[in-house]
């Protein structure tokens, strides 16, 4: 059984399918079907060892447009941490936040 250290999991409204083959395009060879596009409705949902997180958004970030909205956490439980990732009107800002005390930081 493989042992779950990093979990992303999010969604982006008015996604566009650029979006979506670059998202497929930086999980080839690891799990491209981690990501889904239902029209204009992306997700994702990854559970492994490892995550490119950072290269992820890179990735994703010159097909936002001003009409996506959303979110992605990244949970490193090896690290405690859930960094989540707020997604609107083409730009994306983060906060990363202990779990122990993640109710506290992460919008709810």
Not at 16 to 30: D, I, T, Y
Not at 51 to 64: G, R, S, T, V, W
Not at 77 to 99: C, K, M, P
Request: glycine letters at 8%; proline letters at 2%; hydrophobic letters at 40%.
């Amino acid at each position: 059984m493989e042992h779950i250290l990093i979990k992303v999991y999010g969604s982006i409204s008015n996604a566009n399918p650029e979006l979506f083959k670059a998202a497929q395009a930086m999980l080839e060879g690891q799990d491209e079907d981690a990501v889904e596009l239902d029209g204009t409705f992306f997700t994702i949902s990854f559970e492994g060892i490892y995550f490119m997180m950072d290269e992820f958004i890179e990735a994703i970030k010159p097909y936002l447009t001003k009409e996506c909205s959303g979110r992605i956490d990244y949970i490193d439980v090896d690290e405690w941490s859930l960094t989540r990732f707020w997604i609107e009107g083409g730009l994306i800002t983060h906060n990363t936040a202990n779990l122990n005390h993640v109710m506290d930081h992460s919008g709810h």
